[in-house]
């Protein structure tokens, strides 16, 4: 099992910057993809930003320049740097991951580990 505990979620005006951490505990595995899904009020889970364990990056249109995903091994943690944020971006943010062959899927189906999400929300 995997547990996974979001943070840095909050309030901020738009074109302002958040930095979105997943501490990641339990079962470790060597190959994996994580990500960043986000879900808006009446809206479906849509994917932001995943990783693969080689550190392979990939963002959704929507976030292409202004979001980055990073990982930290060493501190098994997982980070969303959301900068110029617009009020669309308001959502809740969850943090994913699957056990993988190293590659990553779109689909919130292919992750099995989900954290408890925390909001953001950006004014205009």
């Known amino acids: 099992q995997v547990q996974l505990v979001e943070s840095g979620g909050g309030s901020v005006q738009a074109g302002g910057s958040l930095r979105l951490s997943c501490a990641a505990s339990g079962q470790t595995y060597r190959s994996y993809c994580m990500g960043w899904f986000r879900q808006g009020s009446g809206k479906e889970r849509e994917g932001v930003a995943v990783i693969t364990s080689g550190g392979r990056p990939s963002y959704a249109d929507s976030v292409k320049g202004r979001f980055t995903i990073s990982q930290d091994n060493a501190k098994s943690t997982l980070y969303l740097q959301m900068d110029s944020l617009k009020p669309e971006d308001s959502a809740m943010y969850f943090c994913?991951?699957?056990?993988?062959?190293?590659?990553?899927?779109?689909?919130?189906?292919?992750?099995?580990?989900w954290g408890q999400g925390t909001q953001v929300t950006v004014s205009s």
């Open positions: 994913a991951a699957a056990r993988s062959g190293g590659y990553c899927s779109w689909s919130p189906y292919f992750f099995g580990y």
